[in-house]
T-cell receptor, first 109, second 113 residues
Framework: GIQVEQSPPDLILQEGANSTLRCNFS?????LQWFHQNPWGQLINLFY???GTKQNGRLSATTVATERYSLLYISSSQTTDSGVYFC???????????FGRGTQLTVWP | DVKVTQSSRYLVKRTGEKVFLECVQD?????MFWYRQDPGLGLRLIYF???????EKGDIPEGYSVSREKKERFSLILESASTNQTSMYLC????????????FGEGSRLTVL
C-alpha cells in the first residue's frame, strides 16, 4: 500500500500563530484529503485536494502531486483548531484510503 | 450535506457477547468502510464494501465480519467480543471509483469488559 508520513507529529502554538503541516506520500494518488478530528472523535472534512491549492477561511492546502506531498496551512490559530489533523490518500487500489498517523495540534490561549 | 450515521456513540459490552455496529449513509454512496482507531496505531481499515453484498478485507479483519444487504447500510459484527476489541470504530462512505471524497460518521466508542 501507499505510505503516508505526516510531520510534525506534535505541534504546540499560542493563539494567533501560523503553522504548516506536511504530508508526504510514497506513490501517485487519485485522491488526497485533509481531516480534523474534533475532541469527540469525529473526523471532519477540511479539503479534498488531489492537486493544486484551495483555501477555506483561515485554512488553505496545497498538493504537489508530482513531488508527492501536500501542505496544510493554518493562519491565526485559535483554540478551537486544537485536535488531530490527518492526511489520507487513495491510489490505484479501488476504494480504500491510506492514512497518516496525524499531527496533534494544541493551541493555547 | 452528506450524513453518515452510526447507531451508537458509546457501548459497553462483556467478553463473549455478539456486538453489532450499524452505519447508515444518505448519499447513495457505493463505497462504505469500517475503521478502528487506537492510540499510537492511527486508523486501521477493518473491512470495506464497494457494492451491495460485496465486501473486501482490510488490514485487520480478524475477529470481525460485515454485512451489506442494502446500499445505505453497512454493519460491523463482532461475533464474540474480546477486550482487545475495545476501541473507537469509525464508519465512512464515498462515491465509487478511485476519486470519491470520503465522509465519516461520528464514531462509536466500544468498551469490552
Amino acid at each position: 500500500g501507499i505510505q503516508v508520513e505526516q510531520s510534525p507529529p506534535d505541534l504546540i502554538l499560542q493563539e494567533g500563530a501560523n503553522s504548516t503541516l506536511r504530508c508526504n506520500f510514497s506513490d501517485s494518488v487519485n485522491n488526497l484529503q485533509w481531516f480534523h478530528q474534533n475532541p469527540w472523535g469525529q473526523l471532519i472534512n477540511l479539503f479534498y485536494i488531489p492537486s493544486g491549492t484551495k483555501q477555506n477561511g483561515r485554512l488553505s492546502a496545497t498538493t504537489v502531486a508530482t513531488e508527492r506531498y501536500s501542505l496544510l496551512y493554518i493562519s491565526s490559530s485559535q483554540t478551537t483548531d486544537s485536535g488531530v489533523y490527518f492526511c489520507a490518500v487513495r491510489g490505484s487500489t479501488l476504494g480504500r484510503l491510506y492514512f497518516g498517523r496525524g499531527t496533534q495540534l494544541t493551541v493555547w490561549p | 450535506d452528506v450524513k453518515v450515521t452510526q447507531s451508537s456513540r458509546y457501548l459497553v459490552k462483556r467478553t463473549g457477547e455478539k456486538v453489532f455496529l450499524e452505519c447508515v449513509q444518505d448519499m447513495d454512496h457505493e463505497n462504505m468502510f469500517w475503521y478502528r482507531q487506537d492510540p499510537g496505531l492511527g486508523l486501521r481499515l477493518i473491512y470495506f464494501s464497494y457494492d451491495v453484498k460485496m465486501k473486501e478485507k482490510g488490514d485487520i479483519p480478524e475477529g470481525y465480519s460485515v454485512s451489506r444487504e442494502k446500499k445505505e447500510r453497512f454493519s460491523l459484527i463482532l461475533e464474540s467480543a474480546s477486550t482487545n476489541q475495545t476501541s473507537m470504530y469509525l464508519c465512512a462512505s464515498s462515491w465509487g471509483g478511485r476519486t470519491g471524497e470520503l465522509f465519516f460518521g461520528e464514531g462509536s466508542r466500544l468498551t469490552v469488559l
